[in-house]
């Protein structure tokens, strides 16, 4: 298959975006561990707490220099492989894109210093104050990312102008307070402190297997376990709201998570297991479980989910409707002094499907010219490949599912005062939690392809096709840069694993002996070892 501009553009970009969000989420919840370790810290004056944020502060900086070295092409690549993107969103992606890195990202950078050079410069409570601001300046910076993705989700607040080709904001307001960004917000966010607490469980584990570190270990399990606990529920709780809002913005996306061909009747059944078929656009076999879609969903009985060959005839309507408001904006910009007013009406009036006259460019010139073969391809084209954002799902429920019962367990032996008792008879459960360490980054990664790759065709939901997007530049460009991001971000990963297992395996500062095996574990002497008496 010969790959497009297009193809290799977001290729790109969704590369550099993954590999991004490997750090991305360490950073956000290991902070507000660390914020909470300092605070039991000055609470009783134990120098062990200390020991802690120092050590777990040691492995969140390496995190934090390279998350922040993989963010900063990032948004370079907006004008690099994106420009008419770049142009058509300036106006609203200006305000956030520049208060997160003019307010978060400095204040957030500005006290990491603090916190790793202040401990003999500031006093208890003041470093204590540097930790929580890097804390909330982690959390803040995301804010403000996930307010422009999710604008590019569901774009409110904003109107476009056929004279200057632009979106215009209409209300920051809106913009800010957006549902969909703020259910991405939350959700992303508790992600993220479910991956720290992960993390977390998962190297106190190791430390108890190898008997080491002990106190510390097993003090970083108890934080860590109820912190996990609280964030793995609030990661379902938040992803149903992220659902709630799809069945609202974005019906396209929700059906083909589902594997939803067919509208049924409210309300409608979850396939827990299928294998969707998308040449012959059904289903080969599903495992249902009656009404728990429609309960999700739309949190009634009575209200119904369109299946994917509704939305795609819902789409023809829409693009020759877009195709008029297209023609209209076509003789706009021929003569924008002169335009009638009858013929801005025109567009007005049909202006919210002039995205799906884009989606007409790749198979025609004139929209107002397409086929009925034409107009059923583009609407095709709004159905993302149903296979893989059905088993992405499905992959990170089944993780946010089972990091409850895996912090759930923890929470018990911790809480009662039973650790001691998973290194004499449950060390398999130690294992389980450090082989576990990489589930909680699989998950966020399946979260945001589900978030990203549905919403295709469309780089902003309904408005703005990808492929009427992207900058004008050749194929070899594209394959350079890429190769380029591809050996760049490797290296940077590679390091960051190397710098990790170096740092864990040396442990905190002033550790405790090993200590010997428990008693269960420990061989028998032959009589050819005992001592003479």
């Known amino acids: 298959m010969e790959l497009s501009v297009v193809d290799l553009s977001r290729l790109q970009f969704a590369m550099t975006a993954l590999y991004h969000f490997l750090f991305v989420p360490l950073t956000i919840g290991l902070s507000i561990l660390l914020a909470t370790m300092e605070t039991v810290y000055v609470m ?23 998350g922040v070295a993989t963010g900063l092409t990032m948004e370079f690549q907006f004008g690099m492989n994106w420009a008419y993107f770049s142009q058509y969103v300036g106006d609203v992606f200006g305000a956030p894109l520049a208060i997160e890195g003019l307010m978060a990202f400095f204040m957030e950078a500005t006290f990491v210093g603090l916190f790793f050079f202040g401990w003999d410069r500031l006093s208890k409570r003041q470093h ?42 209409s209300s920051f307001f809106d913009v800010l307070f957006n549902p969909v960004a703020q259910a991405k ?46 964030s793995a529920l609030s990661v379902v709780v938040l992803g149903d709201e992220s659902g709630y809002e799809a069945n609202l913005n974005q019906q396209m996306k929700l059906a083909t998570i589902e594997a939803m061909w067919e509208t049924e009747p409210a309300p409608a059944a979850f396939n827990v297991i299928a294998w969707p078929d998308m ?57 924008p002094v002169e335009a009638s007013e009858e013929l801005r009406e025109t567009f007005s009036q049909n202006a919210n499907s002039l995205g799906y006259a884009y989606l007409l460019l790749p198979f025609t010139d004139n929209p107002m010219e397409a086929t ?33 019962l895996l912090t759930t367990v923890f929470f018990y032996y911790s809480s009662s005062g039973k650790l001691d008792t998973l290194r004499e008879k449950r060390r398999w459960l130690l294992h389980v939690a450090v082989w576990s360490i990489p589930l909680p980054w699989i998950a966020c990664e399946m979260g945001w392809f589900v978030a990203e790759y549905g919403r295709q065709p469309w780089i902003i939901e ?37 710098l990790m297992i170096k740092y864990i395996k040396i442990g905190p500062e002033d550790g405790e002996e090993a200590v010997a095996p428990p008693p269960s574990m420990q061989p028998v002497p032959s009589s050819a070892t005992v001592p003479a008496e």
């Not at 060959?309 to 706009?332: C, F, P, T």
Request: charged letters at 15%; one cysteine or more.
């Open 462 to 498: 309904s408005m703005l096709p990808t492929s009427a997007a992207v900058s004008n530049l050749s194929v070899t460009e594209v394959l350079l840069t890429l190769a380029g991001f591809v050996l760049l971000y490797t290296t940077l990963l590679v390091i960051e694993v190397s």
């Open 279 to 335: 040449e012959k656009r059904e289903n080969i076999f599903a495992i249902e479980v009656p009404y728990v879609m429609g309960l999700i969903a739309t949190r009634s009985l009575d209200t119904v989910i369109p299946g994917i060959n509704d939305l795609v005839d819902r789409s023809k309507d829409r693009i020759r409707q877009g195709a008029i408001a297209w023609d209209a904006l076509q003789k706009i910009r021929e003569n």
């Open 44 to 66: 009783t004056g134990r120098e062990i707490w200390k020991r802690m944020v120092k050590f777990w502060g040691t492995l969140f900086g390496i995190n934090f220099v390279l």
């Open 185 to 230: 917000f939350v959700h992303t966010v508790s992600a993220g402190y479910v991956t720290a607490a992960m993390f977390m469980i998962g190297i106190s584990c190791w430390y108890m297997l190898k008997g080491r570190h002990l106190q510390i270990a097993k003090r970083s399990l108890a934080i860590a376990s109820a912190f996990g606990f609280a």
């Open 128 to 169: 204590l104050a540097a930790t929580w601001a890097v804390a909330f300046g982690t959390n803040f910076s995301a804010l403000w990312i996930l307010i422009a993705n999710g604008w590019m989700q569901h774009p409110v607040g904003a109107i476009f102008n056929p004279d200057t080709m632009r979106m215009e904001v």
């Open 372 to 404: 009925t073969e034409q107009v059923d391809a583009a609407a095709w084209s709004t159905v993302p490949n149903v296979l893989p954002m059905f088993y992405a799902f499905r992959i990170m429920v089944a993780c946010g599912f089972f990091f409850i």
